[in-house]
Structures are given as C-alpha cells and as structure tokens.
C-alpha cells in the first residue's frame, strides 16, 4: 500500500474514532477511543507530510459525526485569462472561494466569497467540478471542493482584509499555486471542462 493510502486509512480510522467519542456515552470506551485517536495520531505524523499545525488541527476533539467539510471555488475568465487571487501576506495563489458558511447554499456562497474577496458581483453559470481533496492535495481535513463557473457582471478589484493581488493569468503561464486551495492539475481539469474538451467532473 503507498503511503498516501496508508495516510488516506488512518484519517478514516480517525474520523470513526472522533465519532466514537462524540456519542459513546461508556467511560471506558470513551478512555479507548482517546487512546487509539492518539496512537492514530502518532501514525499519521509518520505516514503523511502533514506538519505540526495540521495534526493539530486533525487531532483537535470534536462533539459532532466527523463528515467533510464544503469548500466552494470561482472560475472568472477574462480574456481567456483565468483569476487567481493572493491573500494577505501570502506569497501563493488560488481560486477565489473559500469554506461554505451555515445558512448559505453552495451557489449563494460562491457568490458572497467573489464578492468579498474581488469586488465583482457575478452570476453563477454552472457547476464545473466535485474535487475531492484526499485525491488532489490531503491535509488534515477531507473536503468536497465544489468549482462553480461564475459570469463577471461589474464591480472592480481592491485590496483588501483577505486578499492584496488579483490577476487574470493565462493558463500556460501559472504563478505558484497555493496547493491546499488549488492545484496545477485541477485547474488544467477545469481550464478543459471551461473550453468543452471535457466533460463535468465529479469525484
């Protein structure tokens, strides 16, 4: 097995755990579950590229059922040209988008995250891709990445408390990517699903 599905495992072995703690109601299971969450969390420091912060994070307790986490992301072309944003103090880009917030669709967030990290107001015109991140770029949470392709209808770019830099790049011509957010290969998947070369893609 490669080590990538041996992390993959142990973070399902997690999530059952984090379970277990959440409605396990009997002291000595709950004295098991914490042991085996920490020898878990020892194997994974050993089997994944995850740093201290993110084990943290992933071995953080929890007191609901350990599902994935919604993560929604904008496709604006200009000019053939692809929008990546840069975040303060960061020297990587992404998509623009962000964690969907309770009591919001996935349509009504990418909207509001647009909006609040560019300035432009924009139309969803449809959705593009389900990218599942344990597939793409594994971290401490597993999320459902949800890629909308959204239509420009005005407003203007400027910096602000999130993002500093925003620019259209073409997609040959990519700057660093902030991989954990947005990956080389999947916006090459989306720029082909954009142009009509292939079809939608879900995970």
């Known amino acids: ?81 692809v929008c990546l944003v840069k975040g303060k103090n960061e020297k ?39 990218f599942d991140t344990n597939k793409f770029q594994f971290q401490s949470k597993q999320y459902a990445k949800l890629v909308f392709e959204c239509q420009i209808e005005d407003g203007n770019f400027q910096p602000n408390t999130e993002i500093e830099e925003l620019v259209f790049f073409d997609i040959q011509s990519l700057p660093e990517l902030s991989s954990k957010r947005t990956t080389k290969e999947q916006l090459e998947i989306l720029w082909e699903i954009y142009q009509g070369d292939r079809e939608q893609y879900l995970d």
């Open 1 to 81: 097995m490669e080590t990538k599905e041996i992390a993959k495992t142990i973070q399902r072995l997690l999530s059952i755990t984090e379970t277990g703690l959440a409605f396990s109601r009997d002291e000595f299971d709950q004295e098991r579950y914490l042991e085996l969450r920490r020898l878990l969390g020892h194997l994974l420091a050993d089997w994944s590229d995850l740093d201290g912060k993110e084990l943290a994070e992933l071995l953080r307790p929890t007191d609901f059922y350990a599902t994935p986490l919604i993560d929604v992301r904008a496709v604006l072309v200009r000019d053939g040209k």
């Open 92 to 130: 990587t880009w992404a998509l623009p988008g962000g964690f969907c917030e309770v009591g919001l669709s996935p349509k009504e967030n990418i909207v509001k995250e647009v909006q609040e990290e560019t300035g432009f107001n924009v139309s969803v015109s449809r959705l593009l891709a389900i």
